[in-house]
């Protein structure tokens, strides 16, 4: 297990959702990430999954690369609100890929945006310079929230889209800056 330590406050973000709460998050560095997922499926409904993620079952492995960690706000005693994890791309090691989720109890707080503040810290830490988003267009609901957040500006910027093997959108985030 790793040491639980305050990373970052939600009093220094903007944006992140009507009615929430200033509160410090944690981030801990998930050492049985197939347990995490397992955990996480059992706490959604399995279209969810489907839609989101496209997992018929949360997946028994890592994908080659990938780190998960584990969230917590510190305002809820122990109570974890979601996951990310980050895979470096096989070929250029200077882009990650972001994977996030908040559990359904912790959704419309801003969590979102918080683990993705967050992800984009790590992954600089990791020597980063390019980190991309992938949504489903299945994920309707998160796919038209990250539109409007790059239409107004937000630090994710559409990239492209892929029909194959499902329609999904991409965004980028630079983070040479």
Excluded at 102 to 119: D, H, M, Q
Excluded at 126 to 155: F, K, T, Y
Excluded at 168 to 173: K, L, P, T, W
Aim: hydrophobic fraction near 40%; include cysteine; glycine fraction near 6%.
């Amino acid at each position: 297990m790793g040491d639980l330590r305050p990373l970052i406050t939600s009093d220094s973000l903007t944006n992140v959702g009507e009615g929430f709460k200033p509160s410090e998050i944690y981030v801990w560095k998930c050492e049985e990430p197939v347990l995490l997922w397992w955990t996480y499926s059992q706490a959604v409904e399995s279209r969810e999954l489907w839609d989101s993620f496209r997992w018929k079952e949360p997946p028994k492995t890592l994908r080659f690369g990938e780190r998960v960690w584990r969230v917590f706000d510190t305002t809820h005693p122990r109570w974890e609100i979601g996951w990310f994890s980050l895979r470096l791309d096989p070929v250029d090691p200077t882009v990650a890929y972001l994977v996030r989720a908040v559990y359904p109890k912790a959704r419309r707080r801003g969590y979102r945006v918080l683990i993705g503040e967050e992800a984009t810290r790590i992954a600089k830490a990791m020597g980063v310079e390019w980190l991309m988003l992938e949504i489903l267009d299945s994920n309707s609901e998160h796919l038209a929230r990250q539109h409007a957040e790059a239409a107004n500006g937000g630090p994710w910027q559409p990239a492209g889209m892929m029909s194959r093997p499902f329609l999904s959108y991409f965004f980028a985030r630079d983070l040479r800056e």
